[in-house]
């Protein structure tokens, strides 16, 4: 590659990465200014100050919602685990009579927006009476049809000779699943693991629906809260908050990426 | 099988029979989780909107008179309806081709070998990690019309005082801008996977043909990736008739009902209005609207994989 060529897309890549971070540089640069200076639109703080942090966890229940969104997110992470891991393997090594229909009936469920079916799920965990509790926030979203595929991919990668062999001498299939095929898939159970917690941690329309106490609520709707409350006042606060909220994810989003390089470098070889 | 033959028939198949009752047992205690949790919260729900979307309902949800059709038939005479719809299709049109074409130029800029790559792959797909919520909160200050970095920006340039999300004649587009960049960090990790796996050998012997950047985008990448291309379209699609939170968050629906989506109108419907037999309608249109997307995907992603 030409000097030239490389210098230009060194350039075009600079230019693209200003563009696409700045919204998050921005807030992050806000959040460190004082109100005067918000209302004033600069986009550099004259000084840093952290009186915006110390305020967004004192004047709202800021940790209570963080702790809300870790438990619900850790929850619905390990129960699609479970539950897409427990049906990924009777698709991959039972054979019985009905598998294909039921696997069919998976298939579908992909064809179901979840929006089209909110209305009586709400009435559902109404009737329940998980309004306003962690049953309500998860136990909908542990069965989820793109784990279940995406553990099925990788389970039929493991050999059938190796589960023969271990039925003829005798282990059982439950000891098979937990001690063979569970460990030889780490690296799809983490990948769906990530997706499972970036996606609760963010969920915004289900929380909306069936909280309305700071006792349960998710950080999403916290930010909501904040922002339609404290609007054009404490813009540095709200701002605090949201890089509070948005770090644990982006964290997670990069530690996480090159493991699901990795997964797919791995599958291109198999 | 010495011995089944040897004995009479029946008590060898009573013992296959009974073999095969145990197997679907057991395969049934693996998959029951599932079952019971598709069943009650996507199986039931979905038939239950259906069965609403032909009643009237009280403020509880339940159904107190049939009406047949009569939701769809007042649903497409409801000029809010009609244009809810609108709002839906001119938001799928402003942000699905835009995300595309944005993250396929990023993705394939992030796909060359150069030095320190991996930290320019990392920032594209930053967005990726950002909540609807918080990105929203951003946005809204950007775009604030008196202290937000957007109109300071343009006011250099003498444009001054353009009211972002009070205009019914803009808000839909600044909510779009908001949504095509949250989509740019997964279009991007999605686009960037597809051109990694692509067969490196062609591009030898392009390179051996000596042939130029453009030509060799244009006939060699292009037509390998449009399989992710047209993945990445479809999810972009399904995913931009499903919009709900930026709109909640930023302009609730208004001005007059200018970013009036569909989601965003069930939602209105049934948890503000309590109309549950008007949102079910609704949500069933959706449902359908999902549908013929997935279908012609299929059909188009099996043609695909015919030609290659």
């Given at each position: 590659m030409s000097v030239l060529r490389a210098f230009l897309l060194y350039v075009l890549l600079i230019i693209c990465s200003v563009v696409v971070l700045f919204p998050i540089i921005y807030a992050f640069l806000i959040s460190f200014m004082d109100g005067a200076e918000v209302l004033q639109g600069h986009i550099w703080p004259q000084k840093f100050t952290m009186a915006n942090y110390i305020a967004a966890f004192q004047k709202v229940p800021l940790l209570q919602y963080l702790f809300n969104s870790f438990i619900v997110s850790l929850l619905v992470m390990l129960g699609q685990l479970i539950v897409s891991s427990l049906a990924a393997f009777a698709f991959v090594f039972l054979r019985f009579k009905g598998r294909d229909v039921l696997f069919f009936l998976c298939i579908a469920t992909m064809l179901i927006p979840w929006e089209a079916t909110m209305i009586p799920n709400f009435l559902t965990v109404q009737k329940l009476g998980w309004l306003n509790s962690y049953l309500g926030l998860t136990v909908p979203f542990f069965a989820l049809a793109f784990g279940i595929f995406l553990l099925r991919q990788h389970f039929k990668t493991i050999p059938l000779e190796l589960f023969e062999a271990a039925q003829v001498s005798g282990v059982g299939r439950f000891r098979f699943f937990w001690n063979i095929v569970l460990p030889l898939s780490r690296t799809s159970l983490i990948t769906l693991g990530v997706y499972s917690f970036l996606t609760t941690w963010n969920m915004y329309l289900w929380p909306l629906l069936v909280t309305n106490n700071d006792q349960v609520r998710n950080v999403q709707i916290g930010l909501k809260q904040m922002q339609s409350q404290e609007i054009s006042t404490e813009w540095g606060v709200v701002m605090a908050a949201v890089i509070v909220v948005i770090l644990p994810t982006l964290l997670l989003l990069f530690a996480g990426q090159k493991h699901l390089q990795k997964g797919l470098m791995q599958g291109a070889i198999k | 099988m010495n011995t089944s033959l040897s004995m009479k028939s029946s008590p060898s198949v009573l013992i296959r029979r009974k073999r095969a009752i145990w197997a679907v047992l057991e395969g049934m205690a693996y998959l029951l989780p599932s079952l019971i949790l598709f069943s009650i919260f996507l199986f039931y729900p979905m038939l239950r909107t259906l069965y609403l979307s032909f009643y009237a309902t009280d403020h509880q949800g339940n159904p107190v008179q049939f009406v047949g059709i009569e939701n769809f038939v007042y649903l497409l005479k409801d000029a809010n309806f009609l244009q809810s719809a609108k709002a839906t299709l001119l938001f799928v049109c402003y942000t699905v081709p835009a995300s595309v074409i944005l993250a396929l130029c990023l993705a394939l800029m992030a796909n060359e070998k150069l030095k320190g790559i991996g930290l320019f792959r990392t920032f594209f797909s930053s967005?990726?990690?950002?909540s609807v919520a918080a990105s929203s909160v951003i946005w809204m200050f950007m775009y604030n019309?008196?202290?937000?970095?957007i109109n300071k920006v343009l006011s250099l340039f003498?444009?001054?005082?353009?009211q972002w999300l009070l205009d019914p004649n803009i808000a839909l587009i600044s909510v779009a801008i908001s949504t095509i960049w949250m989509n740019t960090g997964f279009t991007f990790l999605v686009l960037l996977g597809g051109l990694q796996n692509l067969d490196s050998s062609l591009y030898e012997s392009a390179r051996i043909a000596g042939v130029g950047y453009w030509y060799q985008l244009h006939k060699v990448t292009l037509p390998l990736l449009s399989p992710t291309l047209f993945f990445v379209t479809t999810v972009l699609l399904i995913h931009s008739f499903q919009t709900f939170g930026q709109i909640d968050m930023l302009t609730?629906?208004?001005?007059?009902?200018?970013?009036?989506v569909i989601v965003y109108s069930i939602y209105r419907d049934a948890f503000?209005?309590?109309?549950f037999g008007s949102a079910s309608a609704q949500a069933v249109l959706l449902f359908f609207a999902v549908l013929v997307v997935t279908v012609l995907q299929f059909k188009f992603a099996e043609r695909k994989v015919h030609y290659q």
């Open positions: - | 967005t990726m990690g950002m019309p008196s202290i937000g970095i003498g444009i001054s005082d353009v609730k629906g208004g001005p007059v009902d200018a970013t009036n503000i209005n309590y109309n």
